[in-house]
Structures are given as structure tokens and as C-alpha cells.
């Protein structure tokens, strides 16, 4: 939109200059025919002349002499031909013009220097000078060169004693044709533009004619020049039930004098729909009656603003259950303790639940069922708490629920039991009854408690009492118990500790590797490489179980270094064993503590040099979190990746920080859409809602997409219907090792996943 605005102001002025360029030569023409014309009348007593000598006066005496002293002076080419068409006398501007010495000029027939294709016409200007006083015709002269010079031959007769002769004044048009023909290509431009342009333009005068609108606006509004002939009736129309707003625009239209971004408005298109534009405007020439003229472009923007509300709730909620997630949660709890502070009587609880045995629903049933049993027991706790309570999904089967302004402890236990009651009737999915039970840990407020994250985490310290304790029942958070647990929880963490830290020795950890496909192709596009841990005695550990450990301790700059390195060394495998793999790209994680080392860009080069892999072939996820660092070395760190060739792409966008400003300041190619807004894409519209934002976002700031967790058939025609580019899931291929991988390239690439 704005190189579109510069360029149409550019044209604008380009055209004025030529405009100005033309209507001197042509005051410069006039002014030399008209002295003339007063010559020949007797009209001049004494003519003037401005040289570099200064001014010099001759008298009309002689007027012979005078008039060859004259015309030497002259701006234009001039000449003196007989009746007969022979030259008496020239000029040295107009022998300079012809490219002849003067000599050869003066005694030729005029025609011998006319253009062939226009001899015919000066023997009828000839002819029909015989008639008149005063004639002028454009035509063709022929250089000493064989070029042809556009000129204006302008005729007066002039009565010399008994003479009659000829006085021509010969004006070389090159520069105003020059100018002439710049000047429509100008015009040209800026109408295509204006005319071709996806935004919707108007041009109007002051007076508030319209004077031309595009096609844009026409199709957009649904408004012609016939149905708006005034900008009083644009505004009538567009926004005739705001009257306050019709008249603050009407009162400023008129005044600017420079490109003035006039906002948003809702307008009303002439099909009745509602529809936010935002309004540029900016001032254009005169028109030849004087009337100023401006121009105004809009914007529709109003599916970005209904994609942008919708990321800003999904900012605050969680996409799978529509529930509050821990950013609103937080935000709640963090009011609920500055009311205690307030008010020392207040009472509020925080409920710690985790469903049991979840993960085997998963494991046996599907996530796709997973998700539905999320979804109803969310509903179940929802229907089970009073209005006022907060209800909130912290992510996998957790869930808080915040409890305030309760009358008593006793209140908040009622509250517990009633939900964990709510579970006792089965949950039917998919005519399959499923018995659900769980852990829950509650903590009551104090005055301790500054923060919001103390009261959740003891919560949390109560609810793994309950599982403990044999799970489907509630504990309260005491204070021994924070001290029971936090050395339990430390001894743990020690010993995960020092496991990582000799699992990195004794090379434990292996990847596995998910394809991506193209939605629209159906071709292999890729891989994103996944660690396991291959414990000894525990078996493949997945990363959500040691991930977080590692990046406490820091062992997570080895472990990524070492992820990046094999899975850039096999990706390098691969080409070399498959032709067709040589544009396929790897796709790593990438860790926020690796990101803030200061030689995580050299270890990038030294894995690349080492294991042969062009950059073009990696392809880097980064954290959605992470983008919220306005650190400039973070800054440096993308645009030295874009520099190297690697893509960049954001991962499980749209979980908790979706900010679209950062997606047209940093150099991603890729959106990667989170997995809980895929699940219910065909029964959830707010899922669809956001996907569909997100991509048409993404699309407009030339970023392509990639869907994960697509299990069924329905979610990937729906994808590919929203034009998704690219997805992963298990409806195509679950993570596999090396072999299985391998045998996916051997059979797929280049296929159909069909």
C-alpha cells in the first residue's frame, strides 16, 4: 500500500513538471509569433533584445537590417523564403537545427529540408499561405544527418517596399514531443496503476465531484461513479447512520495538504454488509479550472481485525475447550490476591485437578478421542461451580479451577466433591462409555502469598499428594507437605540430573522423524527431527519428561548441539542415497538457552561445514515464546539465518502469545499451526475460526503454513480447502526412526500420499 502511494504521488509530479515544461514552450512561441505579427502590422516602433551582452535596442528603420538583427536574437529558428519557396535569409538557429552551414541554408528551397512523408502537406500549407496573413503547421524537417526533427513552422507575410515575402519562424518540437510523450506514458502509469490497483481508490475535486473511482472500489463498495457522483454522496451512503463521523470526515477532507492517514471506519458497502477500511489520503494537481483534486486509498481490513480479536482471545483461552488458559488464569488469581490484601477477610481456593490415567486413553484410543474426553470433562467441571468461579486448562489434562469470595473452607470442600462426583457418570464418545477419574489438590489463600504462582504450586503439591495416595480423591495443601514434596521433588530432579547427564555420555538419546507433506501436491516436503530417550531400564522416554530438567541445568546446549548435528548429518545421508531428497528440508527445535549462547550462530556454521548440509536445507522451529524477546543480539541471530539460506518457522503458533506485530518485523518463512486447534477444526467453529485467520494473515505476509496433528481424513480436506500449504500427523506418518523413515523416502517422495 505505501510503495503504491510513493509511486502514484512520483507519477503525479512527474506530470506537473511535464505540464510546465509544455506550457512554457508554447508562451515562448505565442510571444515570438505575436512580435512578429506586430512587426508586420507597424505596431513596434522599437524592438528590445536581452542578450549576454546585455539589452540592446534597434529602431525600426530600416527595416530590413533591423529585422535580420533581430532575428539573429531570436530563441526560435527563423527564415525568410520567397514567393517562389527559396530561402532569402536564415537564421543561425535555424541553420545550427538542419545541421548545415549557413551558406548552404540560404539560397535552397525550402523543401529540400522538409521530411518526404510530409511534403504534400507543406505544399498544401504553401498554398494555403497565399490566403492568409497567418498560418501555422507541425510537420517534419530532415537533418544533415538523416534524422528527422519534429518542429512548428509558424508563416506571416511581411510587406518589404513592394515586396511580399515570407517569414517563417521554425520551432523545434523535439523537447515538447519529447516532454509531450513522457507525459502520456506518465498519465498512462498512473491510470494503469491507479485502475489496476487491489485497493480501492477515488479521486475527487474539491468542490466534492468525483472524478474517476477504480475498479476496486466498485467491486468492494459496490458504489460506481453513477451511484456517487459527489463525495457528499459516498459519505451519504457509507456512513449516512453515523452522522458525527460524516461530518468530521467532511470537515477534513478538504484540508489536507500532504498524505494523511485518516484512520479506520466502519462503511456500509451498498449491499447492506458492514465492512472496516482504513482511509489514506493525500492531495494531487490542479485541474484546468483551478479546482484542487485529492486522491483517498483504503484498506479493507476487516477480516485482519476479525483474525487479529480472534488471536487476542485465543491469547487469553484455550483453543481445544474454550476455556480460560494460564495467562487469564494468572491474571485472576493475581486480582483475587490484591483483593485479600484489601481485605483481609477475603476468602479464595485454588483447585489443582489432573484426570488419571489419561495418557492411556491417548495411547489406546487416539488423541483425536483424547481431545473429546478434554472437552467434556471441562464441560462437566463447568456445569459443577458457581457463576462467578473460574474454570481453566493449564494444557495436557490439568485443570485449575479458582475459586472466590467463599464464605468458608467448608464451601470450597462441597465445591471439590461436587466435581469430583460430576465424574462418576461416564463420558460417551463415539457411542464408547469412558470412566474418568481424578487427582485433585486444593490450597487456600494467605497472606503469604504474594504471587500467583505460590498458591498454583501448592495446588499442585496437594494433588500429587492425592495421586499418591491412591488418585480419584482430593488433598489440602498443608505446609509439611511443601516440605515433604519439595525433597522428594529435589531428590528426583538430582537424579534425572545426573541420568541426563550420562545418557549425553553413553549416547542414549536417539531421533525420530515425522514427514511433512504438501497439502496441495501430496509430495514429501520434508522431516522434523524428534528426540527420545533411550533409557537402559525405562525404555523411549518422549521429551515433555526430561526436556525441562535439561534446560535448567543446561544441559539442553549439548543436547540441542547434538540434535542439530545428527539430524543435519542424516538429512546429508539421505541426498547423497536419494536423488529426489535434494530439496527436502530438516526441521530442529531450537531451545531459548541455546538461542542466548553467544556462539549459537558459529556452532550453526561448524554443523553445516562439518556434515556437508546446505543451509537451504534446514529449516529452524523457534518457540512462539521466545518471540516475545526484544533482545537485539535475538534479531541479529534471524536475520544472520536468513543471511545463511535456513528457513525459520514458528512453532505452536497461536498457544498463548499470538501478537501478529512481530510476524511482518522478523524474517519467518513459516507459521506452524499447534495441534489443539486442528483436533476439533470441523466441529469447533472458533477452531476453524482461528485457523482460517491465521493463514490468511500468514498468506498476506507471504508466510506459508504448516498443520500439525492431522489423524483424520476430514481435518486435511479442510486444511487443503483453507489453503494450507503444508501438515504432519499421524493420518499421513507417525514419528519413525532411521529405517522407517528411509523406507518413506524409498516409496513416497515425488508420490502421492495417497
Given at each position: 500500500?505505501?510503495d503504491q502511494?510513493?509511486?502514484i ?20 512561441k ?52 520567397s514567393l ?12 545550427k ?20 512523408q ?7 500549407f ?23 526533427i519534429?518542429?512548428?513552422?509558424s508563416?506571416?507575410q511581411l ?31 498512473f ?11 477515488i ?11 477504480n ?38 477532507i ?5 498524505k ?12 447492506g ?18 479546482r ?21 482471545r ?25 483483593h ?6 477475603y ?43 473460574t ?13 472466590q ?10 465445591i ?36 500467583p ?6 495446588a ?17 495443601f ?21 541420568a541426563?547427564?550420562?545418557?549425553l ?6 531421533l ?21 530417550w ?47 531428497a535434494?530439496?527436502?528440508r530438516?526441521s ?28 537451504s ?38 498457544t ?5 506485530s ?9 507459521v506452524k ?9 470441523y466441529s ?17 505476509l ?44 524409498m ?8
Amino acid at each position: 500500500m505505501e510503495d503504491q502511494e510513493n509511486t502514484i504521488v512520483k507519477l503525479h509530479q512527474i506530470v506537473d513538471e511535464l505540464q510546465a515544461e509544455i506550457r512554457t514552450l508554447r508562451e515562448q512561441k505565442t510571444i515570438a509569433q505575436e512580435t512578429l505579427q506586430a512587426i508586420h502590422l507597424g505596431e513596434v516602433d522599437a524592438v528590445v533584445v536581452s542578450t549576454d551582452r546585455g539589452e540592446q535596442v534597434f529602431t525600426l528603420h530600416g527595416v530590413d537590417y533591423v529585422y535580420r538583427l533581430f532575428v539573429e536574437q531570436m530563441g526560435e529558428g527563423s527564415a525568410t523564403v520567397s514567393l517562389e519557396g527559396f530561402i532569402l535569409y536564415s537564421n543561425q538557429k535555424f541553420a545550427k537545427l538542419l545541421g548545415y552551414p549557413l551558406e548552404t541554408v540560404i539560397g535552397s528551397r525550402f523543401t529540400n529540408f522538409v521530411a518526404p512523408q510530409d511534403l504534400a502537406k507543406f505544399e498544401a500549407f504553401w498554398q494555403q499561405s497565399q490566403n492568409q496573413i497567418e498560418i501555422s503547421e507541425e510537420l517534419s524537417l530532415i537533418s544533415s544527418q538523416g534524422n528527422q526533427i519534429a518542429i512548428q513552422l509558424s508563416l506571416t507575410q511581411l510587406n518589404l517596399g513592394n515586396v511580399s515575402i515570407y517569414c517563417l519562424i521554425i520551432t523545434d518540437l523535439t523537447e515538447y514531443k519529447r516532454n509531450e510523450e513522457a507525459l502520456r506514458e506518465s498519465e498512462e502509469r498512473f491510470r494503469k496503476s491507479f485502475i489496476d490497483s487491489p485497493f480501492p481508490m477515488i479521486i475527487y475535486a474539491d468542490n466534492g465531484e468525483i472524478i474517476e473511482i477504480n475498479q476496486a472500489w466498485r467491486e468492494l463498495s459496490g458504489y460506481s461513479i453513477n451511484d456517487i457522483p459527489t463525495m457528499g454522496n459516498w459519505l451519504e451512503s457509507a456512513f449516512g447512520e453515523n452522522p458525527d463521523i460524516m461530518l468530521s470526515l467532511v470537515q477534513r477532507i478538504y484540508e489536507i495538504d500532504r498524505k494523511v492517514n485518516q484512520g479506520e471506519y466502519i462503511i456500509k458497502t451498498r449491499w447492506g454488509e458492514k465492512r472496516v477500511w482504513n482511509f489514506h489520503s493525500l492531495p494531487l494537481s490542479k485541474l484546468p479550472d483551478q479546482r484542487r483534486t485529492f486522491i483517498s486509498m483504503a484498506i479493507d481490513v476487516t477480516d485482519r481485525n476479525r483474525a487479529e480479536e480472534l488471536l487476542r482471545r485465543n491469547a487469553l483461552y484455550d483453543a481445544l475447550t474454550g476455556l480460560p488458559n494460564r495467562i487469564l488464569l494468572m491474571d485472576r488469581i493475581e486480582q483475587a490476591i490484591q483483593h485479600l490484601k484489601r481485605d483481609q477477610n477475603y476468602l479464595f481456593a485454588v483447585l489443582f485437578l489432573d484426570l488419571d490415567r489419561f495418557k492411556l486413553i491417548n495411547d489406546t484410543l487416539g488423541h483425536e478421542t483424547g481431545d473429546k474426553v478434554l472437552i467434556a470433562c471441562g464441560k462437566k467441571f463447568s456445569q459443577s461451580v458457581r457463576s462467578g468461579d473460574t474454570i481453566a486448562r493449564l494444557g495436557g489434562d490439568e485443570f485449575i479451577i479458582l475459586l472466590q469470595d467463599l464464605n468458608s473452607r467448608e464451601e470450597a470442600i462441597q465445591i471439590a466433591e461436587r466435581i469430583l462426583n460430576c465424574l462418576n457418570l461416564p463420558i460417551l464418545i463415539q457411542e464408547q462409555q469412558l470412566f474418568i477419574t481424578a487427582s485433585m489438590g486444593i490450597a487456600f489463600s494467605s497472606k503469604k502469598i504474594v504471587h500467583p504462582t505460590e498458591i498454583l504450586s501448592n495446588a499442585d503439591l496437594a494433588m500429587y499428594d492425592a495421586k499418591h495416595i491412591g488418585k480419584a480423591c482430593y488433598r489440602i495443601f498443608e505446609p509439611a507437605l511443601h516440605q515433604r514434596t519439595t525433597r522428594k521433588l529435589e531428590v528426583e530432579k538430582m537424579e534425572l540430573e545426573v541420568a541426563l547427564s550420562e545418557a549425553l555420555k553413553h549416547k542414549e538419546f536417539i531421533l525420530y522423524y515425522q514427514p511433512i507433506f504438501s497439502l496441495i501436491t501430496s509430495n514429501l516436503v520434508g522431516f522434523e527431527a524428534l528426540v527420545r530417550w533411550k533409557h537402559p531400564e525405562k525404555g523411549l522416554i518422549p521429551p515433555n519428561k526430561f526436556i525441562s530438567i535439561a534446560e535448567e541445568t543446561g544441559l539442553i546446549i549439548p543436547l540441542s548441539e547434538w540434535i542439530l548435528a545428527e539430524a543435519c548429518h542424516q538429512m546429508k545421508a539421505w541426498q547423497e542415497q536419494f536423488e529426489n531428497a535434494a530439496s527436502l528440508r530438516i526441521s530442529v527445535n531450537v531451545s531459548g538457552r541455546q538461542l542466548k549462547e553467544s556462539n549459537s550462530i558459529e556452532k550453526i556454521d561448524e554443523i553445516l561445514t562439518a556434515t556437508g548440509l546446505k543451509g537451504s536445507n534446514l529449516k529452524l522451529e523457534i518457540t512462539e515464546s521466545l518471540l516475545m524477546e526484544n533482545r537485539e543480539s535475538f534479531r541479529y541471530f534471524l536475520k544472520q539465518m536468513k543471511h545463511r539460506g535456513i528457513e525459520l518457522s514458528i512453532d505452536d503458533f497461536g498457544t498463548g502469545y499470538s501478537s501478529l506485530s512481530y510476524l511482518h518485523r522478523l524474517p519467518f518463512n513459516t507459521v506452524k499451526i499447534d495441534r489443539s486447534f486442528i483436533t476439533n477444526i470441523y466441529s469447533e467453529e472458533n477452531s476453524i475460526n482461528i485457523v482460517q485467520a491465521i493463514i490468511t494473515l500468514a498468506h498476506q505476509l507471504s508466510i506459508n503454513v504448516i498443520a500439525e496433528g492431522i489423524e483424520t481424513e476430514q481435518q486435511f480436506r479442510i486444511l487443503q480447502g483453507l489453503g494450507c500449504e503444508f501438515g504432519q500427523g499421524y493420518l499421513f506418518a507417525k514419528p519413525l526412526d532411521v529405517e522407517a523413515a528411509q523406507g518413506v523416502l524409498m516409496a513416497m517422495v515425488n508420490s502421492s500420499i495417497s
